[in-house]
């Protein structure tokens, strides 16, 4: 079957502007994650849902970034007044359930702010 | 907090040397550990993982052994091919999290060459 997807792959845009990223989980994945992998920090939790739970938002870096998840099945990523540093690729995961259960990744989402 | 330290790269070898990328780590409880593999332009990809102590996760020739009273996950590897170059990453989850998102090293680069 497919596998987790996200768009765009590149995304450019100028500091200040919006953005919006999706992903597209695994069918059936009731858990989805979304990370930051940027050169200086690595990979980054940024913020997770599990069915209908209120979601998990520690990892988000400021209040300009927030996500959703629409019917339990694709989510947005949204990092409003973007700034440089923000530029990082964009990773989504999504699982079967919790606990041990592996997280499949897509290829991510390339952001580049100007 | 939970944090996952890797030995920095690169780290360059002759295809059918022996492989080792050290991962330690800091976590309360007892984690799950995984290696995670990113293949040049493509997604991360779970290569292994383990579950609790004196486990070893094995897939396509690598293994890594759970040792809690070391608290490392270290790589292993008899014989590299050129296509495992790639950079590997080590993380953990654990209950904190309730075992669910995940807390990456900074990955190791790993060349092979012919």
């Known amino acids: 079957g497919a596998g987790v997807s996200q768009s765009p792959s590149n995304k450019v845009t100028e500091k200040g502007k919006d953005v919006e990223l999706r992903c597209d989980p695994i069918?059936?994945?009731?858990?989805l994650y979304w990370y930051r992998q940027s050169l200086g920090q690595g990979l980054e939790f940024l913020i997770y849902?599990?069915?209908?739970?209120?979601?998990?938002k520690s990892g988000l870096p400021s209040d300009r970034f927030s996500a959703e998840r629409t019917g339990g099945s694709v989510s947005t990523l949204t990092i409003q007044r973007t700034q440089q540093e923000d530029s990082a690729v964009y990773l989504c995961?999504?699982?079967?359930?919790?606990?041990?259960?592996?997280?499949?990744f897509g290829p991510g989402t390339r952001l580049t702010v100007l | 907090g939970d944090s996952v330290t890797q030995m920095e790269g690169p780290v360059t070898l002759s295809e059918e040397a022996f492989l080792t990328i050290n991962c330690t780590y800091t976590?309360?409880?007892?984690?799950?550990l995984f290696w995670y593999v990113q293949y040049p332009g493509e997604g991360l990809q779970l290569l292994l993982k383990?579950?609790?102590?004196?486990d070893k996760g094995s897939n396509k020739g690598f293994e890594a052994t759970y040792r809690k009273e070391t608290t490392s996950f270290h790589l292993e590897k008899g014989s590299v091919q050129v296509s495992d170059s790639a950079v590997y990453f080590c993380?953990?989850?654990?209950?904190?999290?309730?075992?669910?998102?995940?807390?990456f090293g900074k990955g190791t680069m790993l060349l092979v060459s012919p």
């Open positions: 069918s059936g994945h009731t858990a």
């Open positions: 995961a999504s699982s079967l359930g919790t606990g041990t259960d592996t997280q499949y």
């Open positions: 993380a953990l989850s654990d209950r904190n999290s309730g075992y669910s998102t995940l807390t």
């Open positions: 849902f599990q069915g209908n739970s209120a979601p998990d």
């Open positions: 976590a309360t409880g007892y984690p799950s």
């Open positions: 383990a579950t609790k102590a004196d």
